[in-house]
C-alpha cells in the first residue's frame, strides 16, 4: 500500500516547475517522463481511493460492532427477563402444585379419619352383633333343651297314666256281669282319656313342627281302608249325639303313599270337629275321589252343622284359631296340625262353607296308583 509522504525526486520536480536543477529541460520533459508523471498520479489516486475505501470500511465495521454490541446487551436483557419470566411462572406453578397437593392431602387425611372411624364403629357393631347372636344363640339352645325336655316329660310323664286310665275303662266296658251304671262311667271315662290323648298328642306335634323334628314314613296304603276304619272309630262319638256318620268312598280311589298315622289323624280331627259342631239329628260324609287330573286323591269332609262365617275361613287353619271365641272345646290346634300334615305329603286343605247350611272340609294326597313308595 502506497504512503502519504512525498518522494524526493517528485516534490522538487514540483516546486520547479517540472525542470531540475542545472539542466534547461521543459516542464513537460521528455516523453518518457510525462508517461512516469502520470502513471504516479494514477498511483496516488488509487492510494487516495484507498485509504478513502479503508476509513469507510473502518466506518462500517465500527457501526457494526457497535450494532452487535447493542444487540447483544438486547438479547442479554430480554434473555434475563425471559429467565425472570420462566422463574416466576415456575414459582407460581409450584405454589399452585403445592397447594393442590397440600388440599389433596388433607382430602385424603380426612377421608382416611372418616374411614378409620367408620372401621372402628363397623367393627364395635360386629362385635356387638356377634355378642347379640352368641346370647341369643344360646337362648335358643336353652330353649330347645327346654322343649326336648318338655317333650320327653309330655310323652312318658303324661301319656302312661292316661293310657293306664284308658285301658282300665276298656276293662270295664268289656267285662261280664258289671252293672250298666258302671259301664256308662267307665264309657265317659274311657272317652275322656281319648281326648286328653289327643291333645297330647296334637302338642307333641306341634312342637314337632317348631323345631323341624316331624317325621313322616311313607308306604303305599288304599285310601278306602283309611276313610272305613277312622268312621267306624267316631260312630260311637257320632251315635252319641244321634248324628249319621258314613263313610262314601268312590271305588277305585286308588292307593296314595303316605303316612298312614298322619292321615288317619288328619281325618280324625275333621270328623272330630264336624262331630262338635254338628246338631243332632245332622249328618257328616266322608268320601274321596280322584281329581279331574288324575294326579291327586281328594277326600272331603262333609257336615250339616252351622257353618263358618266368611272371615273365619281366611284364618281358621292358623294355630290356636278358633271358629267361635266362646267355645272352649278345644285349643285349636286340630285344624293347624291337619294343614301341617296335609303339605308335608305334600297336598293342601281348604274348607267351603255357608252359615247355616254347613261345612265341606277337603284335602288332596298325590296319587300313586300302582307305584311303588
Known amino acids: 500500500m502506497a504512503s502519504g509522504k512525498e518522494s524526493p525526486g517528485q516534490s522538487e520536480r514540483e516546486k520547479t516547475g517540472g525542470s531540475v536543477p542545472g539542466g534547461n529541460i521543459p516542464a513537460g520533459g521528455p516523453p518518457g517522463d510525462s508517461d512516469s508523471a502520470s502513471d504516479h498520479q494514477a498511483d496516488v489516486n488509487r492510494d487516495a481511493e484507498r485509504v478513502e475505501a479503508d476509513k469507510a470500511k473502518l466506518q462500517s465495521r465500527s457501526a457494526s460492532d457497535a450494532s452487535r454490541d447493542l444487540e447483544r446487551a438486547d438479547v442479554g436483557r430480554s434473555g434475563a427477563e425471559r429467565q425472570a419470566e420462566g422463574d416466576e411462572r415456575l414459582r407460581v406453578e409450584r405454589e ?9 392431602r388433607f382430602r385424603a ?44 316329660i309330655v310323652s312318658h310323664d303324661l301319656r302312661n297314666p292316661l293310657n293306664h286310665i284308658s285301658m282300665a275303662a276298656q ?13 256308662a262311667i267307665a264309657s265317659s271315662i274311657n272317652r275322656s282319656a281319648g281326648e286328653m290323648l289327643r291333645l297330647i298328642q296334637d302338642l307333641l306335634d306341634i312342637e314337632r313342627i317348631a323345631i323341624g323334628k316331624l317325621i313322616l314314613h ?23 249325639k244321634e248324628i249319621t256318620l258314613t263313610g262314601e268312598p268312590e271305588p277305585g280311589c286308588g292307593e296314595v303313599v303316605c303316612d298312614r298315622s298322619r292321615v288317619v289323624q288328619v281325618l280324625s280331627n275333621l270328623i272330630g270337629n264336624a262331630i262338635k259342631f254338628t246338631p243332632a239329628k245332622g249328618q257328616i260324609c266322608v268320601s274321596c275321589a280322584q281329581t279331574g287330573e288324575r294326579k291327586d286323591l281328594q277326600v272331603s269332609v262333609s257336615d250339616t252343622g252351622a257353618g263358618i262365617a266368611p272371615e273365619k275361613i281366611k284364618t281358621i287353619f292358623e294355630r290356636f284359631s278358633q271358629i267361635n271365641s266362646q267355645d272352649r272345646r278345644g285349643i285349636g290346634l286340630g285344624l293347624y296340625i291337619a294343614k301341617m300334615m296335609v303339605e308335608e305329603h305334600p297336598g293342601r286343605i281348604w274348607v267351603e262353607s255357608k252359615l247355616g247350611e254347613g261345612s265341606t272340609f277337603h284335602f288332596t294326597l298325590p296319587l300313586r296308583s300302582g307305584a311303588n313308595p
Open 109 to 152: 387425611d380426612a377421608a382416611t379419619e372418616v374411614g378409620r372411624t367408620h372401621h372402628q364403629a363397623s367393627a364395635k357393631s360386629s362385635a356387638d352383633l356377634l355378642s347379640r347372636e352368641q346370647e341369643s344363640h344360646r337362648k335358643t339352645k336353652t330353649a330347645l333343651t327346654t322343649r326336648e325336655e318338655f317333650l320327653a
Open 218 to 240: 311313607y308306604e303305599k296304603h288304599d285310601i278306602s281302608e283309611i276313610i272305613k276304619e277312622v268312621v267306624g272309630d267316631f260312630q260311637g262319638d257320632a251315635a252319641a
Open 171 to 183: 276293662n270295664l266296658l268289656e267285662g261280664a256281669g258289671e252293672p250298666q251304671e258302671v259301664k
Open 96 to 104: 399452585t402444585s403445592d397447594e393442590a397437593i397440600d388440599a389433596e
